[in-house]
């Protein structure tokens, strides 16, 4: 497992935009898929983007057009740019991490906030 450490939420108005950032510990990095997950409150936890060790992406179908994943494996660092926010946007943001052969995400941020609203 490796730890991470995210960054980037906070308070923005409907169609603002935000990057989130998530860096790792460890050496490992480029081998590790990465992940954003959120959790609005009231719901259970949602897969929102994923990216490859190949970079290789995936989205839910409520962020395709709105948000991008990325990894800088230099900086040991996964990003989440957010565009034409919406208040259901509004969530607990979490970095997610796992080794190519693992099934589920084993490492997991602390969550930072992203609060859509006028």
């Known amino acids: 497992q490796v730890q991470l450490v995210e960054s980037g939420g906070g308070l923005v108005q409907p169609g603002g935009s935000l990057r989130l950032s998530c860096t790792a510990s460890?050496?490992?990095?480029?081998?590790?898929?990465m992940a954003w997950y959120r959790q609005a409150p009231g719901k259970q936890r949602e897969f929102v983007a994923s990216?490859?060790?190949?970079?290789?992406?995936n989205y839910a179908v409520s962020v395709k057009d709105r948000f991008t994943i990325s990894r800088d494996n230099a900086k040991n660092t996964m990003y989440l740019q957010m565009n034409s926010l919406k208040p259901e946007d509004t969530a607990v943001y979490y970095c997610?991490?796992?080794?190519?052969?693992?099934?589920?995400?084993?490492?997991w941020g602390q969550g930072t906030q992203v609060t859509v609203s006028s």
């Open positions: 990216i490859s060790s190949a970079g290789t992406t």
């Open positions: 997610a991490a796992k080794r190519t052969i693992s099934i589920a995400y084993g490492s």
């Open positions: 460890g050496s490992a990095f480029s081998l590790y898929t």
